[in-house]
């Protein structure tokens, strides 16, 4: 009896038109349908829920802030002591005189400057150098005759201070197209302890190398070469002569 119940339940399951039983209906047993085709994916899930809070951060460092602002003024000091009195003024005839001596003062120096370039404009060549002026004829002598010409044109042997002097006499030889120019140093009163013609000390030298030599015992006088380098020299030997005013 069971298996006639099987059979019949199969071929009812095999007929494909109108009627239509379902399992529950009838009282076959349910089988297994065919599989159908997959479904489309669905949408995405609700967001997760907001996690628990991270452990606490390390402690910042120390900061540093901007200088303030600068302080009020003080309150003002208490005044000073009184004054010593001044010295009593100048009378009007003070003030006079003492304007009279300014002018005087003014008035020689500027002569002076004058005498002096009235001087210079009289040589044939001069080259300013400082407040001093170097002066040339051209004139070529000994020493002695060197040093007359120069005191009689109320001036000196020309004797260069410094390295700018040195290099004006130097300028002034190459215009002279000279070898030497007589210096005023020498060592006559103590050889080898070359002096001024004031017998003062020498403030500048620029002796040529194994220079002054005192050549045969007989130089005591001095001469630059065009090269600007000093030189002991013979006293009558004759080079080019200029002066200092
Ligand atoms: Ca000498
Ligand atoms: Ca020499």
């Known amino acids: 009896m069971a298996l006639l119940k099987h059979q019949l339940c199969a071929v009812l399951l095999m007929m494909e ?7 529950s209906e009838s009282s076959c047993p ?3 349908g065919v ?3 997959p479904g489309n994916n669905g949408s995405p899930g609700r967001d997760g829920r907001d996690g628990f809070p991270g452990p606490k951060g390390e402690k910042g460092d120390l900061g540093i802030g901007a200088q303030g602002p600068p302080g009020k003024i003080g309150p003002p000091g208490a005044p000073g002591h009184k004054g010593d009195r ?3 003024g100048l009378s009007g005839t003070d003030v006079q005189n003492a304007l009279v001596t300014q002018l005087r003062s003014d008035v020689k120096h500027l002569t002076d400057r004058l005498t002096v370039i009235d001087k210079v404009l009289g040589f044939r060549m001069f080259k300013k150098v400082g407040q001093k002026y170097y002066v040339s ?6 020493f002695e005759t060197a040093q007359k010409f120069c ?5 000196k042997i020309v004797l260069p201070r410094s390295e700018d002097e040195n290099k004006v006499l130097i300028s002034l030889q190459e215009a002279l197209e000279s070898t030497y120019v007589h210096v005023g140093a020498t060592d006559a009163k103590k050889e080898g302890h070359f002096v001024d013609l004031s017998d003062q000390p020498l403030t500048f030298t620029n002796w040529k190398e194994k220079e002054p030599n005192d050549y045969n015992g007989a130089e005591d006088c ?3 070469y065009k090269t600007g380098v000093w030189n002991d020299i013979n006293c009558n030997s004759k080079w080019h002569v200029v002066c200092e005013l």
């Open 35 to 37: 599989p159908g085709i």
């Open 137 to 142: 004829d051209g004139l070529v002598g000994n």
């Open 151 to 155: 005191s009689d044109a109320g001036a």
């Open 86 to 88: 001044g010295s009593p």
């Open 222 to 224: 001095t001469a630059v």
């Open 30 to 32: 349910s089988y297994a």
């Open 17 to 23: 038109s109108g009627l239509i039983l379902s399992a």
